[in-house]
């Protein structure tokens, strides 16, 4: 299981000797960083590798981060998050745009000690009932923990694949308590169909189309009458915040973010922004699902957000959903930002 992935001066941006905390590139290679730093810290434990042979603190030590504290799952004795500090005495440039902490969640490790809570955890994304789960419950207490501990501090969330659901899914909770925080997702899940896919323009606009009028035609006919002011200011309440997108066209997975948002912005174009902005509050499975009285808050779906599009050759299908892509020093992006009004 002991692969160079794990060791931070092989795989890691050691290039990043000084970071300028007011560039984008440098701010995702630490977040993406310190996400890596909790899958090592994680198979440091299952192979028992422990001080001074551990991986793991190089992965926050090298940006003068400390680590406060490991958040283990309850139901597997897993590390699935850590929160960092950064140490304000170790920098030599400016820190006025740093955050004090971070607190970062690993995605699924397909190893026997993890893969079994985790496969489990992932079935609650699509869902949509990770909220249900003991470990969004230990997230969240402890988001919550540092937020009431340190009012006035600059917090950052980071997360990578599961693990970014699960950061999305705090920022959102916080952000109905009045609190934004500054959230990293690395390839996000997006629980729907992967029409970005599909190579032909004309049949994916098609398709889109087709799916916003039965999105909100359902929503219509199904939702009642007096739910549907609720939903416009519950989904309105977010838009102020818009989290850090990192996508990778090839990764199935995450890739439908990038027609999700192109999509809205084209049926405003086309004039029929009104019936886009009630099916892009919606999806089908949750409008049947709230119509049989199941509670169910659709987590992919983002009033808006800052979208980085790696659009740079894959290697393949894991290095397009992986991590390590996102501190690359040489990354071909696109940056949009899509805000809901």
């Known amino acids: 299981m002991s692969s160079e992935k794990d060791i931070f001066s092989i ?25 890596q730093a909790v899958y090592v810290l994680e198979r440091d ?7 001074p042979g551990a991986f793991a603190p190089h992965w926050w030590e090298f940006f003068h981060f400390d680590l406060i504290r490991k958040l283990v799952d309850d139901a597997d004795n897993s590390i699935f998050g850590a929160i960092f500090e950064l140490n304000p005495n170790s920098q030599t440039g400016s820190i006025s745009n740093a955050p004090r902490f971070v607190v970062a969640f690993r995605g699924t490790i397909t190893e026997q000690d993890s893969i079994s809570r985790d496969v489990t955890l992932n079935l609650h994304v699509i869902q949509n009932s990770l909220h249900t789960t003991s470990r969004f419950l230990i ?3 402890a988001v919550k923990n540092v937020s009431s501990a340190f009012p006035n501090s600059v917090i950052w969330l980071a997360g990578h694949s599961l693990g970014s659901a699960l ?18 997702l690395f390839n996000p899940p997006f629980c729907g169909a992967p029409i970005e896919g599909i190579r032909d323009e004309r049949v994916k606009q098609g398709i889109r189309i087709a799916r916003s009028l039965i999105t909100a035609g359902l929503n219509i006919a199904l939702r009642p009458r007096e739910e549907r002011p609720i939903l416009e200011y519950s989904f309105s309440m977010m838009a102020a915040w818009a989290p850090h997108l990192f996508i990778n066209p090839n990764d199935h997975l995450c890739s439908e973010y990038i027609g999700y948002f192109e999509h809205r912005k084209n049926m405003e174009e086309f004039g029929v922004g009104s019936i886009e902005r009630l099916a892009t509050q919606n999806s089908i499975g949750d409008i049947f699902l709230k119509a049989l009285g199941r509670e169910s808050e659709p987590l992919h779906l983002l009033p808006s957000a800052n979208l980085t599009t790696n659009v740079g050759p894959a290697r393949d299908f894991k290095w397009a ?21």
Do not use: E
């Open 167 to 184: 950061a999305m899914l705090v920022a959102r909770n916080m952000v109905k308590t009045g609190k934004l925080l500054d959230t990293f």
């Open 139 to 141: 997230a969240m207490q």
């Open 321 to 341: 959903h992986g991590i390590q892509q996102w501190w690359q020093p040489d990354l071909n992006l696109v940056c949009k930002q899509y805000r809901y009004t």
């Open 45 to 51: 434990r299952q192979l028992n590798r422990q001080f």
């Open 11 to 35: 795989c890691g941006p050691t290039y990043l000797t000084s970071v300028d905390w007011a560039c984008q590139h440098h701010c995702r290679s630490v977040a993406a960083s310190l996400v």
